[in-house]
C-alpha cells in the first residue's frame, strides 16, 4: 500500500513529526519487487524503518519510506544441538523473543524488551547484557532495491562489529530485509554475568531462560524511559573505546573512570560515566532534555523537533571532547 505525504510521528519512537514524501507497506515480497520495478519511483530517494527506535528525522523526508509488514515464524529445520528459526523482518522483536522463551529456543532472552523489529537486529546488531544479534544470527534473507533480486548471506558475510554490519556501510539504503534466520541452543548455556541481572536473579528459585527474560524485563523497565510516555531511542551515543595513552591521561584527574580492555590496549569506556561527569543529567536544550536517570537516554520533553534533539547532541559532543577529550559517536540514525 502507498501513501503520499505522510506523517511519521507515529513510526519513530522520538515522536518526531516529520512528512515523507510517500510511504509504501507491503506483506509479500512480490509486492515489494513489482513496487521496486515501478519506474515513477526508482529514482527516488529510499529508507526503511522498522518501528523508528533508532532512527531521529530532522527534516521531511523527500523520498520513500519502506515499512516491511512481513510476518512469520518457522522452525526451518534441527539438529541435536541448535533451532534454525526463520521469522519475517516486520515482527516486533521483543514479541519474537518472549515466543522463543516460551518454546524453550535458547539464546535471545538476554535481549529481551529491547524495542523494533526483526529486520532492524542484523543492520543494528543490536546487543545487551553480553549477548549480540550476531552471536544468534544465522542468515539474513533481503531484496536489493536496485533490481529487486532476492539474496541471503550468512552470519560471516554480515560484517558484524559494535552496533554495526555491512547493512549499515556497502547496503546502507540498498536493500529491504525480509527475513532473518537465528540459531538457537536447545541446551541450556546462559549468559548471567552481568551485576544487575545476576542481582536480581537471586530472587528467583531456578536459573532458566524465563527467570533471565523476567529480570532484564525487570532490571530494564526501572532504568529506561518507557517510549510511550517520553520520547527517546535508547542510547543516543555509542560507547568510545580509546587507547591506553588517552585512558591514562583521563585517569591522572579521573582516577575512577570506569574501563574495560576490549583488545590490544584498547579501552571502552561507558558514555553515560563522560556525559554525567560533564553535568547533563536532566540538562534541557529548547524541547529536548537528557534523561535525568540515564545521560546515555536523550528525550523529547514534548513538541521537540528532531533539530532540537540533534543540537542537544552536539553541545554533549562538544563538552565530552573538552574536558575528555573523547569525540562521542552516534548510535542513532539521524535522515
Ligand atoms: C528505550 C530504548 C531502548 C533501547 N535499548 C537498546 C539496547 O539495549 N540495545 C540495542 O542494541 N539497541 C537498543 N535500542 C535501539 C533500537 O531498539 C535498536 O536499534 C533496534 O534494532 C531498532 O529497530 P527498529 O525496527 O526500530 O529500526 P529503525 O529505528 O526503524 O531503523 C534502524 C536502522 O535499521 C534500518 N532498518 C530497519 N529495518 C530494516 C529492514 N527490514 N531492512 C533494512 N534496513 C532496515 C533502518 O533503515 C535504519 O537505518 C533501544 C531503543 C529504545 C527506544
Known amino acids: 500500500m502507498l501513501s503520499f505525504n505522510y506523517s511519521l510521528k507515529k513510526h519513530n519512537t522520538f515522536g518526531i513529526d516529520v512528512n515523507a514524501k ?10 515489494l519487487q513489482s513496487f521496486i520495478k515501478n519506474k515513477k519511483y526508482q529514482n527516488l530517494q529510499k529508507i526503511v524503518i522498522g518501528e523508528g527506535s533508532n532512527l531521529l528525522f530532522t527534516k521531511k523526508f523527500d523520498g ?13 529445520r534441527q539438529t541435536d544441538d541448535f533451532y534454525f528459526i526463520r521469522a519475517g523482518a516486520g515482527i516486533i522483536w521483543d514479541n519474537f523473543v518472549e515466543y522463543c522463551v516460551k518454546n524453550n529456543w535458547q539464546g535471545t532472552e538476554n ?50 562489529e559494535y552496533r554495526n554490519s555491512i547493512f549499515k556501510n556497502e547496503l546502507k539504503d540498498k536493500i529491504v530485509v525480509t527475513n532473518v534466520t537465528y540459531k538457537l541452543n536447545k541446551k541450556q548455556l546462559l549468559n548471567i554475568d552481568y551485576k544487575g541481572i545476576k542481582d536480581e536473579l537471586n530472587n528467583y528459585k531456578e536459573i532458566n531462560i524465563q527467570n533471565i527474560r523476567k529480570a532484564i524485563i525487570k532490571v530494564r ?7 510511550k510516555e517520553i520520547g527517546n531511542a535508547g542510547s543516543f551515543f555509542k560507547n568510545p573505546v580509546i587507547d591506553k595513552n588517552l585512558l591514562a591521561k583521563i585517569k591522572e584527574k579521573y582516577p575512577e573512570t570506569p574501563n574495560f580492555e576490549i583488545a590490544n590496549s584498547k579501552y571502552k569506556i561507558p558514555a553515560a560515566y563522560l556525559i554525567d561527569k560533564c553535568n547533563f543529567k536532566g540538562y534541557r536544550h529548547k524541547n529536548a532534555g537528557v534523561f535525568e536517570h540515564q545521560p546515555l537516554v536523550l528525550i523529547n520533553r514534548g513538541n521537540a523537533t528532531g533539530q532540537e534533539i540533534l543540537e542537544l547532541s552536539e553541545i554533549i559532543q562538544t563538552k565530552v571532547k573538552q574536558v575528555f577529550g573523547i569525540a562521542l559517536e552516534r548510535e542513532v540514525i539521524v535522515e
Open 221 to 227: 523497565n526501572s532504568k529506561l524511559p518507557d517510549v
Open 64 to 76: 520513500v519510506v519502506i515499512y516491511p509488514q512481513i510476518k512469520g515464524i518457522e522452525l526451518v
Open 111 to 160: 535481549l529481551s524488551l529491547i524495542p523494533g523489529t526483526v529486520g532492524a537486529t542484523p543492520v543494528q546488531n543490536i546487543g545487551a547484557y553480553g549477548i549480540e544479534a550476531k552471536d544468534i544470527i544465522h542468515s539474513v534473507e533481503y531484496v536489493s532495491l536496485e533490481k529487486g533480486e532476492i539474496c541471503k548471506i550468512s552470519n560471516k558475510d554480515c560484517k558484524f
Open 22 to 31: 510517500y510511504f509504501f507497506t507491503f506483506q509479500l515480497i512480490n509486492d
